[in-house]
């Protein structure tokens, strides 16, 4: 009887919260069940997209005029469909090229402690991207494994 009890609060809680919802918020509610107001259509679905892995990249880092560390990137690109995935293959020696002489500038700069900072590499880096092949062909980069590794 207890179970029944609960059931039935539940249900009268979940329903009151809905109807709430859909009274004092119907722009949110309305949209997410496919509802949508007089003369406004419903936006677009976002392009299909596909993701590009590529070979880890191992970058150099210097210190004090030598190599110390090397810098190992394992990324991908999400790119739009249908001619993204073409694109980057057929630019990718000139994005490895851009990404090889930014990573040295950073360090030409001093910014070596960047490198480490996932957020600032992921904004440059896409950046860099859109530089070489163009906008409207790369919408992210996944960085799977950035590591440091010192030299053997």
């Known amino acids: ?8 609060v539940l249900l009268a809680l979940i329903g009151g919260g809905g109807f709430a919802a859909w009274t004092f918020f119907p722009d949110v509610v309305k949209p997410m069940v496919g509802i949508y107001p007089e003369g406004q259509e419903p ?4 392009p299909e997209t596909g993701l590009v ?10 210190e004090d005029g030598t190599v110390r560390r090397f810098l190992v990137l394992e990324l991908s690109f999400e790119v739009f469909q249908p001619n993204g ?5 057929s630019q990718l ?6 990404f090889l002489t930014y990573i040295l500038s950073l360090q030409a700069k001093g910014l070596n402690d960047k ?10 880096l ?7 092949v ?3 062909v790369v919408n992210d980069i996944l960085l799977k494994n950035v590591f440091e590794r010192p030299v053997s």
């Open 1 to 8: 009887m207890k179970i029944v009890i609960i059931l039935v």
């Open 43 to 46: 936006p677009p679905p976002p």
């Open 53 to 62: 892995n590529i070979d880890p990249l191992i970058m150099p880092i210097f």
């Open 85 to 89: 995935a073409l694109i980057v293959n």
């Open 93 to 98: 020696p000139r994005i490895q090229n851009a």
């Open 115 to 124: 490198l480490t900072d996932l957020r600032f590499l992921k904004e440059r």
């Open 126 to 132: 896409l950046r860099v991207t859109t530089d070489v």
């Open 134 to 136: 163009g906008p409207g």
